[in-house]
């Protein structure tokens, strides 16, 4: 009975409790960070008909191409003849023209035995066949001007051209050709004029640059609208396929989604230089905003954390969560736990009970599509206190743990982003009865994140393609 009266004694002695009574820190949260945008590419496909162009070169190139009739400087006179329609043919950034020539020729020939003798003379005609063949080759100046370089040359039938004059049989093509070369320089010259003429790329882009600055609605709930700035133009290189030539205008441009009204905008009529792209990418990235309440993520952070118990230096430090609360300070998320904890060392046994904060920076992790902190530590508030009533607590490894226990999960705030995105898009496809948007959001990139003082705020990339079509 001593021994037990002893230890009756002793025990409550070796016991102590501590009662937490750490203030919550300040709610007040930092101004939103400045979040730089990031330059998207909106293409725009332009198609030019190739049958348009030949129809246009068979009105202007027409009939007959030269005339020589003058027989005394060389005996010779030739007449070429535009014999049927030319055709054009186009692969990559060249357009191929053959035009078939019909021509007539008269050669003299003059034979005199001697001065005084009878001057004796003959003249025969002929006509034959040739084929004119150019090529063109297409490019761009950064002033929009399509910049056309062409090449022709002919190529004769089986065989060359002949006049038989008695005797003598003379060959057409020495006196020929060169007057045909001179033709070909004229011909190509008109050729160029006409391509230019005909391919005015800077109506097309002018009409693109000036469309996809007009807010486009998104969402008639939210008042939605996606706005385009295109900042710089590039183009791809021309090429030909199905009768058409092809090229995608990139306008390399900021977009931004708004919410509460159509905004006022003033278009930029000012069209930057043109650069060629020969690797033009089809790739937007348009800024989301997600959002969780602190009241909803408190919910889930109950969820995980109320009645778990947690265990320090092999069992001898323990402590058990039995309410949890999330806030916002400054540019950090704060957590309140309401715990009890123990701690022992031999025989002594020290309880603590109350609240503690802690803060962390919040993140999203890409990989599990959460919302996360980082750097976990206690207030200064909680830290000093425990310093002083629970020591084990504050040196304890239990702010770390938290790092891999807060978790709030975000993917299906990120799927349901993605498909109301991608519904929008489809709804805002005809914008007007010229300009028709079509895009295909690919995937959701968590990008940034800050606090407001009701909630937590993520900002998200949509990434995927957004094209504008044209109709002129």
């Known amino acids: 009975m001593a021994v037990l009266g002893l230890l009756q004694i002793i025990l409550p002695a070796c016991t102590s409790n501590s009662h937490l009574t750490t203030q919550a820190p300040d709610a007040q949260v930092s101004a939103p960070p400045a979040i730089a945008p990031k330059l998207s590419t909106v293409t725009v496909p332009i198609s030019f008909g190739i049958q348009a162009l030949a129809e246009k070169l068979n009105q202007e190139i ?41 021509v007539s020729a008269t050669g003299r020939w003059i034979w005199e035995a001697c001065k005084v003798c009878p001057r004796l003379q003959k003249t025969e005609s002929t006509a034959f066949d ?7 080759q297409l490019a761009f100046t950064e002033d929009y001007q399509v910049k056309s370089t062409s090449v022709s040359d002919f190529e004769w039938g089986s065989t060359k051209p002949v006049i038989t004059l008695g005797p003598l049989k003379i060959g057409l093509a020495r006196f020929i050709e060169p007057a045909l070369r001179a033709q070909m320089q004229a011909l190509t010259a008109q050729l160029d004029r006409e391509i230019q003429s005909r391919i005015k790329i800077k109506n097309y882009v002018q009409q693109a640059w000036v469309q996809v600055q007009q807010p486009i609605p998104l969402n008639k709930e939210l008042d939605a609208w996606l706005t385009i700035t295109p900042q710089a133009i590039r183009v791809s290189p021309l090429t030909a396929s199905n009768g058409n030539f092809n090229l995608q205008i990139g306008l390399s441009s900021f977009l931004q989604t708004v919410t509460n009204g159509k905004p006022n905008i003033q278009p930029n009529l000012t069209l ?105 530590d206690y207030d200064l508030d909680t830290k000093d206190q425990l310093l002083k009533a629970a020591n084990w607590l504050a040196k304890n490894h239990f702010a770390q743990t938290l790092e891999d226990q807060i978790s709030l999960p975000f993917k299906s705030q990120l799927a349901a982003a993605h498909q109301l995105l991608q519904q929008n898009l489809d709804q805002a496809s005809q914008l007007n009865q010229s300009v028709q948007l079509t895009g295909q959001i690919t995937e959701m990139v968590p990008d940034a994140i800050y606090l407001t003082p009701t909630s937590i705020k993520a900002r998200v990339n949509a990434k995927g393609t957004l094209a504008a079509r044209i109709s002129l």
Not at 73 to 86: C, E, F, S, W, Y
Not at 130 to 136: D, G, R
């Open 130 to 136: 040739l084929v004119v063949n150019s090529e063109s």
């Open 272 to 376: 930057p230089p043109l650069v060629t792209d020969n690797q033009l990418v089809n790739e937007v990235q348009i800024g989301l905003m997600g959002e969780i309440s602190y009241a909803h993520a408190t919910q889930i952070l109950k969820e995980q954390m109320v009645g778990q118990q947690f265990t320090f230096s092999k069992g001898k430090d323990q402590i058990t969560v039995h309410d949890v609360a999330l806030s916002g300070s400054g540019d950090k998320l704060v957590v309140m736990l309401d715990v009890t904890g123990t701690t022992k060392a031999g025989l002594f046994t020290r309880n603590i009970a109350g609240k503690i904060f802690l803060k962390g920076i919040p993140y999203l992790d890409a990989q599990t599509n959460s919302i996360r902190v980082r750097d976990v």
């Open 62 to 102: 027409a009939g007959v191409l030269y005339k020589d009739d003058n027989l005394e400087d060389d005996n010779l006179k030739v007449t070429v003849v535009k014999a049927g329609n030319l055709s054009l043919q186009a692969n990559g950034n060249k357009i191929y023209l053959s035009m078939p020539l019909r």
